[in-house]
T-cell receptor, first 114, second 111 residues
Framework: GAVVSQHPSRVICKSGTSVKIECRSL??????MFWYRQFPKQSLMLMAT?????????EQGVEKDKFLINHASLTLSTLTVTSAHPEDSSFYIC??????????FGQGTRLTVV | GESVGLHLPTLSVQEGDNSIINCAYS??????FIWYKQESGKGPQFIID?????DKRQGQRVTVLLNKTVKHLSLQIAATQPGDSAVYFC??????????FGQGTELSVKP
């Protein structure tokens, strides 16, 4: 199947700093990517839809100024958590949509804010 | 709002037994469902999918059943193995590829 790579897999940052997470589709082009957040023992919650060349669409309750999404190319979307706080600590997962609308997931990024 | 949920949060089975994981959905207009397996610290892994024009679909050791009348999905795993231990999610594929995930069931396989 298609491969989606997320980087980094783990990151620890200090409270107040910003962290960037990358999501790359390695062997296909993805005009649409999705960002999810998952807290321990909970399900994946959709944060936003990232569209190549246009602004991201955020789900209700997700602060767009805090979670900056950039989808500048057909193979890369980035999520930047700005001014991170301990409550932002979570598992962040991206998925990329192939041409036949099948979603392929990255391996996730564990963010810990101290 | 619309939601996809699961009946059982945990399931413990003996190695070699069959496992059944259930999922209820609330959006009667949903026409495509997917089961994912998630191991600790990893992203979801596609297992099997089914469209609403089908009642049953089989894969290797897995079967998904769809009952549209009661809006219920199930995942059956035959001859469950220790490597099947993980959290299983059903997901409803919304418009444009958006996925709405259920709560998840943690499957534990005892040797």
């Amino acid at each position: 199947g298609a491969v989606v790579s997320q980087h980094p897999s783990r990151v620890i940052c200090k409270s107040g700093t910003s962290v960037k997470i990358e999501c790359r589709s390695l062997d296909f082009q993805a005009t649409t990517m999705f960002w999810y957040r998952q807290f321990p023992k909970q399900s994946l919650m959709l944060m936003a839809t990232s569209n190549e060349g246009s602004k991201a669409t955020y789900e209700q309750g997700v602060e767009k100024d805090k979670f900056l999404i950039n989808h500048a190319s057909l193979t890369l979307s980035t999520l930047t958590v700005t001014s991170a706080h301990p409550e932002d600590s979570s598992f962040y997962i991206c998925s990329a949509l192939s041409l036949n609308t099948e979603a392929f997931f990255g391996q996730g990024t564990r963010l810990t804010v101290v | 709002g619309e939601s996809v949920g699961l009946h059982l949060p945990t399931l413990s089975v003996q190695e070699g037994d069959n496992s059944i994981i259930n999922c209820a959905y609330s959006n009667s207009a949903s026409d495509y469902f997917i089961w994912y397996k998630q191991e600790s610290g990893k992203g979801p892994q596609f297992i099997i999918d089914i469209r609403s024009n089908m009642d049953k679909r089989q894969g290797q050791r897995v079967t998904v059943l769809l009952n549209k009348t009661v809006k219920h999905l199930s995942l059956q795993i035959a001859a469950t193995q220790p490597g099947d231990s993980a959290v299983y999610f059903c997901a409803e594929n919304n418009q444009g590829g958006k996925l709405i995930f259920g709560q998840g069931t943690e499957l534990s396989v005892k040797p």
